[in-house]
């Protein structure tokens, strides 16, 4: 469910983008494998040529795997966009990795007013080497939902997230780079 959802909000930004999808996990429960999502940038980055990479998962802990498929991914102008945290719990640990990566662009949500979300880190994140972070709309967001799991039936639901933001960011670059194409 949620891979439809963030795939379908791309495009609901960005009709006309190419949309490529590498799945990281067969079910919702299981924990990202850093080793998989390496696999799946490299991937996109060799396989694929895209311009853009997004992705809505973070973890604590940065992984030497998945930090070098971010490089490969800077070295070939690939956009990548990372949420800044992890299924809108207002974790407070701090920016999630990859989103503090130095290459990677990390996107906080906001609500419907603009008003940055209360389960964004923090701004003064210790973890927030960078600095600059975008944000977008975050909360009650509308998107596909796979109807086998959906509870009311309507293949769509709202949900609240980082993980959100990020692709209405990623769909919004990829109408960048479709208008000055």
């Known amino acids: 469910g949620h891979g439809t959802f963030v795939a379908m909000l791309v495009l609901q930004v960005c009709p006309n983008a190419d949309l490529y999808v590498a799945r990281v996990l067969e079910r919702h429960n299981e924990q990202i494998d850093p080793f998989v999502v390496a696999k799946a940038i490299e991937y996109a980055v060799q396989k694929w040529g895209v311009d853009i990479i997004t992705m809505s998962l973070g973890w604590t802990y940065e992984y030497e795997c998945v930090k070098k498929k971010l490089l490969l991914a800077q070295n070939a102008n690939i956009l990548v966009f990372a949420a800044t945290s992890n299924e809108g719990t207002g974790d407070r640990s701090g920016i999630a990795f990859p989103a503090r990566a130095s290459n990677v662009i990390s996107v906080d949500a906001a609500d419907g007013d603009g008003e940055p979300s209360s389960f964004n880190p923090p701004s003064n994140d210790k973890n927030n080497k960078k ?16 109807l086998g799991v959906d509870v009311n039936g309507s293949g769509y639901k709202r949900d609240d997230g980082t993980s959100f933001a990020t692709p209405i960011v990623a769909g919004t670059a990829a109408l960048v780079l479709e208008f000055s194409r």
Not at 131 to 146: C, I, M, Q
């Open 131 to 146: 600095g600059d972070r975008l944000t977008a709309p975050g909360e009650g967001v509308e998107s596909a939902w796979p």
